[in-house]
């Protein structure tokens, strides 16, 4: 077997060395849950990611849980689409208004 021919000292030995040290890992907090993760990746506790979901975590839930999470979602999704509806609503009934005021000052009589 080859030997080394002259002694490593202990700062070249160190100096080769200093890259070899581990690395703390970066973890960001999940915005759903708040449960630590890594960047770019799925959440392990709730299974979203960047405000969609990828991972049905209801499926890992026994069927009785798993029933009563799909009806808490269809509650929150009927509250939902109420408060979408009338917004929209309101936002119509001010349109119709400004158009109504509009349409009075535009108006022409006979050919000009």
Same mark, same amino acid.
């Given at each position: 077997?080859?030997?080394?021919?002259?002694?490593?000292?202990?700062?070249?030995?160190?100096?080769?060395?200093?890259?070899?040290?581990?690395?703390?890992?970066?973890?960001?907090?999940?915005?759903?849950?708040?449960?630590?993760?890594?960047?770019?990746?799925?959440?392990?506790?709730?299974?979203?990611?960047?405000? *969609?979901e990828?991972?049905?975590? =209801?499926? &890992? %839930?026994? @069927? /009785? +849980?798993?029933?009563?999470?799909? #009806?808490?979602?269809? !509650?929150?999704?009927?509250?939902?689409? *109420?408060?979408?509806?009338?917004? =929209?609503? &309101? %936002?119509n @009934? /001010? +349109?119709?208004?400004?158009?109504? #005021?509009?349409?009075? !000052?535009?108006?022409?009589?006979?050919? *000009?």
């Amino acid at each position: 077997m080859p030997h080394p021919k002259k002694k490593t000292s202990k700062a070249a030995k160190n100096q080769r060395r200093s890259h070899h040290a581990l690395k703390p890992i970066s973890l960001i907090k999940c915005k759903k849950c708040g449960k630590s993760i890594k960047p770019h990746t799925v959440c392990d506790g709730c299974g979203f990611y960047k405000g *969609k979901e990828y991972i049905d975590m =209801t499926k &890992k %839930l026994p @069927k /009785k +849980e798993r029933i009563k999470v799909k #009806k808490a979602k269809e !509650k929150e999704e009927k509250k939902d689409l *109420k408060k979408t509806n009338k917004e =929209t609503s &309101k %936002l119509n @009934k /001010k +349109e119709i208004k400004t158009d109504r #005021k509009e349409g009075a !000052k535009n108006v022409t009589r006979g050919d *000009k």
